[in-house]
């Protein structure tokens, strides 16, 4: 199975902050790598999907960048709304994975 | 407006059988895979399984903690998928969520996602 490790686990920042999730996958997966947040209560949300496109209606301020082994998420100006769970998921093997995920706070 | 409806969830004994279901509004179910995902209490998410379209084959796939006690089923002809899940274990006790996926060659996501249905498995 194809491991993915996200870090931090958890990070706490201010509004307006540039935060920069990181996931590492235990073997290429080319692409196939999505992120989703997750606000508690809640169903998770596709934000990102194939690495680095922006799913409908997803603010611009979501980015995503990687290939192989080693992706990104980087939200450039945090927002209020952004305070979630965020988890990476890849989608070139099954069974399909998810990373542990990173909890951001408001510090 | 897109709807996954996910039903079926609730108390249970270990042991029993508990049937899932997930009910698709407001796009083209039939070209999507169905994937159910589950999350334990205060935990992070766990894929359980999917079947992909009829286009695409029609076959289910499962995560190695529930293969040959989980079966996912579907019928396109009423936009439902269905999770028959057997001999369940406490550890299975989680919010089930089902989620669609268009599944491009090039990739993609689980796009959308139901409300999830909790199920309790306890003695």
């Known amino acids: 199975d194809i491991q993915l490790t996200q870090s931090p686990s958890s990070l706490s920042a201010s509004v307006g902050d540039r935060v920069i999730i990181t996931c590492r996958a235990s073997q290429s997966i080319s692409r196939h790598l999505n992120w989703y947040q997750q606000k508690p209560g809640q169903a998770p949300k596709l934000l990102i999907f194939?690495?680095?496109s922006l799913q409908s209606e997803v603010p611009s301020r979501f980015t995503g960048s990687g290939s192989g082994t080693d992706f990104s998420l980087t939200i450039s100006s945090l927002q209020l709304e952004d305070f979630a769970y965020y988890y990476c998921q890849q989608g070139y093997r099954t069974p399909r994975t998810f990373g542990q995920g990173t909890k951001v706070e408001i510090k | 407006e897109v709807r996954l409806v996910e039903s079926g969830g609730g108390p249970v004994q270990p042991g029993r059988s508990l049937r899932l279901s997930c009910r698709g509004s407001?796009?083209?179910?039939?070209?999507?895979?169905i994937n159910w995902v589950r999350q334990a209490p205060g935990k992070g998410l766990e894929w359980v399984g999917y079947i992909r379209s009829l286009p695409y084959d029609g076959t289910a796939q499962y995560a190695a903690s529930v293969k040959g006690r989980f079966t996912i089923s579907r019928d396109d002809s009423e936009n439902i998928a269905y999770l028959q899940m057997n001999s369940l274990k406490t550890e299975d006790t989680g919010v089930y969520y089902c989620?669609?996926?268009?599944?491009?060659?090039?990739?993609?996501?689980?796009?959308?996602w139901g409300q999830g249905t909790l199920v309790s498995v306890s003695a």
């Open positions: 407001g796009f083209k179910f039939g070209d999507y895979a």
């Open positions: 194939a690495a680095s």
């Open positions: 989620a669609a996926d268009p599944h491009y060659y090039y990739g993609s996501g689980f796009e959308y």
